[in-house]
């Protein structure tokens, strides 16, 4: 019984810690993941479901969904009646590759590195928009304007990209950006993601070397990796730009963030990346716009003009993630390419969602929510900065900004590993160690972290939650 009354305890400290605007149904899930995952043993038994539900205060039916779901995904056994149990050695979640077959050796790489975690909600999870402010009645309202009759050829095969939208994504680049770009440069995409797939497809070989910086975005290299590439680090830092020794001159691909580094959450400085790119000499040159910031574009490297410098844009970072939408920005003669690969491997379409995107740029509608944002954003870092000022352990804290990410240097003692489980163990926050995204030879250690699903009194709260988790585990140390 004592177990169960801890479960209980540990289930309510975690649900509460979740964001106040998800629904009951995702905040449950994720309690439930990251206690399963993280804290609880193998046999662990779950308190009874009405007992649940009273302390949740939550629907029978909402809390049979979560369990069922969970029980399908191998992560708890029920026996009817006599309750359910954590199941840390189901063969759903256990089953050995020899089981399956052989898996090649690049998924094996991505399978062993740095990859998305399956817990995507939380106070300081990094990379996850606001998406609780998202106007999704409007974008609602343009899905039935747009479904009509006479616009059946939505819901075919694309050729290209939707024409209407590669041009309100000129004119928004035009306005945020700084870019002068002829439609004939723009290619759709599926996300940032599905943009770098396609570059390294068709601009790329088997075996031909990738250069990015440390620390680094993991998205990007597990595409380069999965791709077949060989991966390169520059050491990159703030003030001092690129130091220590260069990779190799001539590589296939150099890969850069945008106007804001991400995982530092820091202005990028664009004389920094032209004068790699003078050392380096690289055949293309791919620069991700993954962080929007405050519309500024002077720290870009991209010019529309050259003939090997692309530029990878996504409205899910911006948006919402769930959206899957992008653009990238090629050199005059090589969208035909692109686009050809694109349709020979992964067909086109989404032309509905394209139209509806258009639609949504074209009225202004993006405009606003980029303005608004933008100063959300600012706001809840310049508090977060307030909040961990006096933190010991804390080297440095990345500037305010109007992107949603920003990063803690920590003191070079300090095991940004052990620190991340245990502000997940014991305050239920996720936090990213930056010491998993830097390359060979960055011995930085500190944490990154998201604003875009916290703010207000919750921000005020989980802000001193992690302040207080870090003075404990510094104290720990100690």
Request: charged share 20%.
């Amino acid at each position: 019984m004592d177990d169960r009354r801890q479960a209980l305890d540990h289930i309510r400290q975690g649900y509460l810690a979740q964001p106040d605007h998800l629904t009951k149904y995702c905040r449950l899930e994720q309690t439930l993941l990251t206690l399963i995952e993280q804290r609880w043993q193998n046999g662990q038994r779950l308190p009874g479901h009405r007992t649940l539900c009273d302390a949740l205060g939550m629907a029978r039916n909402t809390l049979a969904g979560v369990v069922e779901s969970l029980i399908r995904q191998g992560h708890l056994v029920t026996d009817h009646g006599k309750g359910t149990w954590v199941c840390k050695h189901s063969p759903l979640r256990e089953q050995r590759v020899a089981d399956i077959g052989p898996i090649s050796r690049r998924a094996g790489d991505l399978l062993n590195d740095v990859g998305a975690s399956p817990l995507q909600s939380g106070a300081f999870v990094p990379g996850v928009p606001d998406i609780a402010h998202f106007p999704i009645a409007r974008w609602r309202q343009l899905y039935s304007r747009i479904t009509v009759p006479h616009n059946t050829l939505l819901l075919a095969y694309a050729s290209g990209g939707y024409g209407p939208l590669k041009r309100a994504i000129a004119g928004y680049l035009a306005r945020w950006r700084g870019i002068d770009c002829g439609l004939d440069q723009i290619v759709i995409t599926e996300g940032a993601h599905h943009g770098l797939q396609l570059c390294a497809l068709t601009l790329a070989d088997h075996g031909d070397r990738a250069v990015m910086d440390s620390p680094f975005y993991w998205g990007a290299r597990n595409v380069f990796q999965a791709g077949g590439l060989e991966i390169d680090h520059a050491i990159w830092e703030p003030r001092r730009g690129y130091v220590g020794s260069l990779p190799r001159p001539h590589p296939r691909l150099l890969y850069f963030t945008g106007t804001h580094h991400y995982p530092l959450g820091v202005s990028s400085v664009s004389t920094h990346k032209q004068g790699l790119i003078d050392a380096l000499e690289p055949d293309w040159i791919l620069e991700d716009d993954y962080e929007f910031g405050d519309g500024g574009h002077h720290e870009l490297a991209f010019d529309p003009r050259t003939g090997n410098q692309i530029l990878v844009g996504s409205f899910s970072k911006l948006m919402f993630p769930g959206l899957r939408l992008g653009y990238l920005i090629v050199p005059r003669g090589l969208s035909t390419a692109i686009n050809r690969v694109r349709t020979g491997v992964f067909r086109e379409g989404r032309l509905l969602d394209q139209a509806v995107l258009a639609t949504f740029i074209d009225d202004g509608d993006l405009d606003r929510w980029c303005r608004r944002m933008t100063q959300e954003y600012l706001e809840r870092q310049q508090r977060l900065h307030e909040l961990l000022a006096d933190v010991p352990g804390i080297a440095d804290i990345s500037p305010p900004a109007g992107n949603i990410s920003l990063s803690l240097a920590l003191s070079p003692t300090l095991d940004d590993e052990r620190l991340s489980q245990h502000l997940l163990n014991r305050h239920h926050l996720v936090t990213r160690p930056l010491s998993r995204v830097c390359g060979p030879g960055d011995p930085r250690r500190g944490l990154i972290l998201g604003v875009g699903m916290v703010e207000g009194e919750a921000l005020e709260r989980q802000g001193r939650r992690l302040a207080e988790g870090i003075r404990e585990f510094v104290a720990q140390q100690r």
